[in-house]
């Protein structure tokens, strides 16, 4: 039988870290922050959650270092909050993924305005 413990505590940790990032006051970390997702190791005893800004790369990297600085308090709220034994560590990774998604997009509407434009160029010929 499957062991969905691992994937229940990974989206509960994701839930209750996205609403206590607005209970801290570090004005590093930025108000337009996502939690995007959580690694929790196979034995719970590390948590790899993954933090995106909406500002950009500079102020995701802020944000980290402030959530890193704010680990021991979120840990704690964690373990209260969920009723762990044992609360895994929190490491937290700036991820760029959402920005490098819209800079995918970005290009693929400009190769598709660019063929609309070269389409709208050609004339039209009638073969039959």
Known sequence: M???RIGRLSEDIKRE???LLRDLK????????SILRCEISPDGSHCKVHVSAL?????????????TSASGY???EIG??????????????ADFSIAYSAHINELLHKIADKRVEDAADE??????
Do not use: Q, W
């Open 74 to 76: 979120l840990r704690k």
């Open 123 to 128: 004339p039209e010929t009638d073969e039959e």
């Open 26 to 33: 570090d004005p590093r970390i930025s108000p337009m922050t």
């Open 2 to 4: 499957p062991n969905y």
């Open 80 to 93: 209260g909050r969920l009723h762990l034994r044992k609360c895994p560590e929190l490491h937290f990774i």
């Open 55 to 67: 500002e950009g790369e500079a102020a995701t990297k802020e944000t980290v270092k402030g959530l």
């Open 17 to 19: 870290l996205s609403a």
